[in-house]
């Protein structure tokens, strides 16, 4: 069974420095789609940053940007130049064509001033 | 991307009694999902709906106590039966994407008493 692991329920970072999220999750399937969920405190669910598995080049949406290591497992979230409203629940997710996404505990991002 | 609208936001019902919670997308989507969430937790999977079949539930929900409807391809319905307050918590729908992303509704808080 797929699995995705938070290993971090909690961090905390300066505003304006850059963060990383980790992830890990466990397939044998060489076909899938790995995916960054931001959860603010109004509790909407907003799309950060999508990844194709078979896709090299790790995505990168503005400030957003991911490390996608596919023997290793692993997809990483950074954040660069953290911002008041970065201030979220992170959670990673995992799904295969047309079918449920798999979700990790979620990490909980707190912004310093 | 698709843009999903849940009604109502909140209520707060006496145990014994149902809810009916809706969910529009402002497109055609195959697959929409319902989910369950704890505050400050991850999301639980009640159950997929897809248009023209019954819902496929996962373990520990029961299609008596979680009907769904799918009438077409841009709503559903999801209710909430014989509530008891362990029912409290926030419900989401989301429906997927063209690159198999889910979208999501800003959530139903159900509160119990």
């Known amino acids: 069974a797929q699995t995705v692991t938070q290993s971090q329920p909690e961090m905390s970072v300066q505003e304006a420095e850059t963060v990383t999220l980790s992830c890990t999750y466990d397939t044998s399937e060489s076909d899938y789609y790995l995916f960054w969920y931001k959860q603010p405190p109004s509790r909407q669910m907003i799309l950060v940053i999508r990844?194709?598995?078979?896709?090299?080049q790790n995505a990168t949406e503005n400030r957003f940007s991911v490390n996608f290591q596919k023997a290793a497992k692993s997809f990483s979230l950074k954040i660069s130049d953290s911002q008041l409203g970065d201030a979220a629940m992170y959670f990673c997710?995992?799904?295969?064509?047309?079918?449920?996404?798999?979700f990790g505990k979620g990490t909980r991002l707190h912004i310093l001033p | 991307s698709a843009v999903i609208s849940q009604k109502p936001s909140r209520d707060i019902c006496q145990r014994g009694t149902s809810l009916t919670i809706q969910c529009q997308v402002d497109s055609q989507v195959t697959m929409m999902f319902w989910y369950r969430q704890q505050p400050g937790q991850s999301l639980t999977l009640i159950a997929t709906a897809n248009q023209g079949s019954e819902a496929t539930y996962e373990s520990g929900f029961v299609i008596d106590k979680f009907p769904i409807s799918r009438p077409n391809l841009t709503f559903s319905t999801l209710t909430v039966s014989n509530m008891s307050p362990e029912d409290s918590s926030i419900y989401l729908c989301?429906?997927?994407?063209?690159?198999?992303?889910?979208?999501f509704g800003p959530g139903t808080r159900l509160t119990v008493t």
């Open positions: 997710a995992y799904t295969r064509r047309d079918d449920k996404i798999i």
């Open positions: 989301s429906a997927i994407g063209r690159f198999y992303e889910q979208y």
């Open positions: 990844q194709e598995a078979y896709k090299q």
